[in-house]
């Protein structure tokens, strides 16, 4: 900090502040409102009456809210695993590693980082639906790796980056086994990396909105599709409460990893696409 | 030979993945939008596709609009953030709460942002109520459009309220690695506090803002839930006419489809070329 | 020409326990390069941006030539400061960096050419205003710093920590060239450094400070032949601090009576005498001569230091290695403390 402020310069942060603050939770009031109001017309502030209507009935099991709810969360743990399975290796391979076309290797993983799925997923769907792929979980669970697994990959590259083999080469003239290495020397070393990466991917595949629709076919009816319909077909409560649940594992997983969030920017790219 | 070996396997899965879905939908993309499918019987490709999305005064339409749309909200989403981050790294108290807001708002979704916008800001929304409250407008249709406008407003809004945030924790963090002591060089020098953002600050985390702007145009380029609930029937932003095209019940639609896929791709791999470029700067190399 | 006065000045950290400088007051003639001394975390770099005017002090007052400058913008006091660890702009080459300072007084690109050059050949780096700073060794960014402060020609030059983390051959050259640039210029300097080598090579007035307290300024020799307390002695390299009284000139102590030179405190307390002033004598009958035992002996290549037992005190020594050949571990010698080198502290 360089030299005094003025009161006036004081004021002026403060009530930016104020405004960031407002500004920044103003559009999950509407959302959160809603769900508990019973008809809240033009010109009303706040509604009328109160009731907890739309919960009832988004938890209930006829409308399938639940179901999608489960199946939202059954995909982007599949798409997860899959991606810490086949990330942690290349990752390994590119944070450690030189090697002839590494620069050509690590331009394919930024690919689908920048390339909007829709530029994909269209070619993709004549070859699944070609495959039996289409309209079924294993296809959206399968098409949700091009964004997740780029993030895992660059999230383990830097964790690798930093980890010195060294220790490895010392567990190993200890006496270690190649597997006992792994189990007891790099895996709680590369742990918390897993972790944030892990985070990371089941929320972009938690966020998956374009893929799921077209290599699905609307028939993998996952949260975010059903939230869409009920927002354009007017139903402002049930919307309003499905709202507040599909961002209820985002804020769970922010509360556990803010910690590690904080000033890694890095890793804070991966939720760019969220 | 070993080592080398070694590498290909860790790293095969990774790019048999990437490569078979990402590039191969890429590839299949652009093979029928030239309407060439061997496997369907399609052997003949042409360009017909292209002709007809190029000469449609639709698809022009669309495509400023896309341009607008990521152009205008990356625009401001950088001033703001920049802005955001000169308070933020200021302050004590208040820091703590708006990063861990900031931090909470990159994990809600783009959707359900969305929907907040279209709940305050649409004609019977909070905004146009509070208005009618204040007896400034009596009908709903008074209220501008703000939503639903073929100006994109609504749309603009949802990406500047989501990637404030998103811009704004990279360049903090990018300030925050760097300290105040490159600034303090700066006065000490005989620079104004102006000319001390202006010469030092500025290109300091010019390349983080550079790559973060890249990221966040080419995702406002290429989204399609957003502009689908957000944005006017006519013209609609350029994913919500390919997603239109591609479900069109007339199959003919579906070349011209991917050939507007393609163009998408084509754009974002501009936008990949120029982040890569700043990366291997920022790396020296 | 200025001359710098700091009167009872004072920081205090937000959130800190105690304060990180406490009533300092110091005057930096005109024209004189004073070094602040003192271990890390003393404050002397806190009271170096306080002049610079990058921290705000809690009290007290600094004036330049008998104007408070508390009130002054960084930029306006004419008053530079040189970080610690360069800090070149990474994005500016060598020449925009040596030139920022120009181009922020909207000097003309010409002009500020022509000085960069000049300027850049005075810190021996000619024809390097290309690169980029990323291509220097330590040592050239170093030199391109000290530039970068100098061209605008303050009033004042701050130096912090300029010789640390160089190798020794490049110590020197950097010493010889901050004394150079110093004499032929004449800014008032202030040097903020840990090491009392560079302190008493580079300055003409040496400030100790300990704990965000001034404890002795002075001229450099003052602090090995009179320091006032044990803390500034040790800091120093003293090593010996033996008690006793004084009474008229002579130190009764565990070592027998010992002759002190004129202008000693009288009364308790205890004296202290360098290493490397300790003499070993061949016969017993001189003054301020000892009787002591060899306990240990180091050799330490350009000297050899001997740990001896005299009566129960221990005393350490650092004397040519060839005084020492003829010594082994329990041997008996003489020891001659040389009147000039004693002194007398609390």
């Not at chain 1, 739309?54 to 179901?67: I, M, P, Q, Y």
């Amino acid at each position: 900090m360089i030299g005094g402020d003025g009161i006036w310069a004081r004021w002026f942060r403060t009530l930016t502040c104020l405004f960031l603050l407002v500004w920044l939770s103003l559009p999950m009031v509407p959302l959160a409102i809603w769900s508990f109001a019973h008809g809240w017309f033009f010109p009303d502030i706040l509604p009328q009456e109160w009731t907890l209507e739309a919960w009832r009935h988004a938890l209930s099991d006829k409308s399938g809210v639940l179901d999608a709810l489960w199946l939202t969360v059954g995909i982007a743990l599949a798409a997860t695993a899959l991606s810490i399975l086949i990330g942690v290796p290349a990752g390994r391979a590119l944070g450690m590693h030189r090697f002839r076309g590494k620069a050509v290797v690590e331009i394919m993983i930024m690919a689908p980082i920048i390339v909007p799925g829709i530029a994909v997923v269209l070619g993709l769907h004549s070859v699944f639906i070609w495959m039996g792929l289409t309209n079924t979980v294993s296809g959206v669970i399968l098409v949700h790796l091009i964004p997740t697994l780029p993030y895992v990959i660059l999230v383990m590259a830097g964790v690798f980056a930093n980890h010195d083999p060294a220790f490895e080469a010392q567990a190993r003239s200890l006496g270690a086994s190649a597997f006992q290495t792994f189990r007891c020397v790099t895996l709680p070393a590369i742990l918390p990396g897993i972790i944030v990466g892990a985070l990371f991917a089941f929320l972009v595949s938690w966020s998956q909105y374009i893929l799921t629709l077209i290599i699905g076919g609307g028939r993998v009816a996952t949260l975010p599709l059903v939230l869409f319909n009920f927002a354009t077909s007017g139903r402002n409560d049930l919307t309003g409460a499905i709202g507040m649940l599909y961002i209820l594992p985002g804020l769970l997983i922010l509360l556990i990893t803010a910690r590690q969030l904080s000033g890694c920017a890095g890793a804070v790219g991966g939720l760019g696409r969220v | 030979m070993y080592r080398h070996l070694k590498i290909t396997l860790m790293l095969l899965p990774a790019l048999a993945v990437l490569g078979g879905l990402f590039l191969g939908g890429l590839f299949l993309g652009l093979m029928r939008s030239f309407n060439y499918m061997p496997v369907i019987g399609l052997t003949r490709p042409s360009m017909d596709a292209y002709l007809a999305i190029f000469s449609d005064r639709e698809f022009y339409r669309s495509f400023l609009l896309s341009i607008h749309i990521s152009f205008t909200s990356t625009l401001i989403s950088c001033v703001l953030a920049v802005g955001a981050a000169l308070l933020l790294r200021r302050l004590h108290l208040g820091r703590t709460v708006i990063t861990f807001l900031f931090q909470l708002n990159l994990t809600v979704p783009h959707l359900v942002g969305a929907i907040g916008i279209l709940y305050l800001f649409s004609q019977s929304g909070v905004f146009a109520r509070l208005a009618a409250e204040m007896d400034l407008i009596s009908r709903p249709a008074e209220f501008p459009a703000l939503v639903f406008d073929p100006y994109a407003i609504g749309i603009i809004l949802q990406y500047v309220w989501k990637e404030v945030p998103f811009i704004g924790v990279i360049v903090l963090a990018n300030m925050q690695t760097m300290g105040h002591d490159y600034e303090a060089v700066a006065r000490s020098l005989g620079a104004t506090r102006w000319q001390g953002f202006r010469y030092v600050l500025l290109p300091l985390i010019w390349p983080g803002l550079l790559s973060a702007s890249v990221i966040v145009f080419a995702f406002a380029f290429g989204a399609y839930e957003i502009p689908a609930l957000l944005g006017a029937h006519y013209p609609a932003a350029l994913p919500v006419l390919a997603h239109r095209k591609y479900t069109d019940v007339d199959l003919a639609a579906r070349p011209e489809a991917m050939a507007l896929a393609i163009v998408i791709a084509v754009l974002s791999a501009v936008m990949l070329a120029i982040y890569i470029r700043i990366s291997r700067r920022r790396n020296g190399c | 020409m200025t001359r710098v006065v700091l009167d009872q000045l004072c920081k205090t950290y937000s959130g800190a326990h105690g304060a990180a400088v406490s009533q300092l007051d110091l005057t930096l003639d005109s024209g004189t390069m004073t070094a602040l001394l003192g271990p890390s975390g003393c404050g002397k770099t806190t009271t170096m941006k306080m002049i610079a005017g990058l921290l705000d002090p809690t009290g007290g007052d600094i004036r330049f030539d008998d104007r408070s400058i508390l009130r002054d913008a960084p930029e306006a006091r004419g008053a530079v400061m040189v970080f610690q660890d360069h800090l070149l702009f990474p994005y500016l080459t060598v020449a925009g960096n040596v030139g920022f300072g120009l181009k922020m007084r909207s000097v003309a690109p010409d002009e500020i050419a022509h000085r960069v050059g000049e300027m850049l050949e005075k810190v021996q780096l000619p024809g390097l205003g290309q690169r980029m700073p990323g291509a220097l060794s330590g040592g050239q960014q170093r030199r391109v710093a000290l530039a970068r402060a100098l061209i605008i020609k303050p009033d004042v030059l701050l130096l912090d920590e300029p010789l640390s983390n160089l190798d020794a051959h490049l110590r020197m050259d950097m010493r010889d060239l901050i004394r150079s640039l110093q004499a032929e210029t004449g800014i008032t300097t202030l040097v903020v450094t840990h090491d009392q080598e560079d302190a008493v090579v580079l300055a003409d007035r040496v400030a100790l400070m300990l704990d965000g307290q001034l404890r002795q300024v002075g001229p450099p020799r003052m602090f090995f032949r009179r320091p006032v307390d044990e803390a500034t002695a040790r800091f120093f390299g003293g090593r010996n601090f033996i008690p006793g009284t004084c009474r008229c000139g002579v130190f009764d102590c565990a070592l027998g009576p010992l002759q002190l030179p004129q202008g000693a405190r009288t009364g308790p307390g205890r004296v202290t005498f360098r290493p490397e002033a300790l003499r070993l004598a061949a016969s017993g009958n001189g003054r301020n001569t000892v009787r002591a035992t060899v306990t240990e002996i180091t050799y330490l290549g350009t000297q050899t230091r001997l740990r001896l037992m005299s009566n129960g005190t221990e005393v350490e020594a650092l004397v040519p290695p060839t005084d020492a050949d003829g010594l082994k571990h329990g041997a008996q010698t003489l020891i001659h403390l040389p009147v000039p080198a004693l002194w007398v502290i609390d």
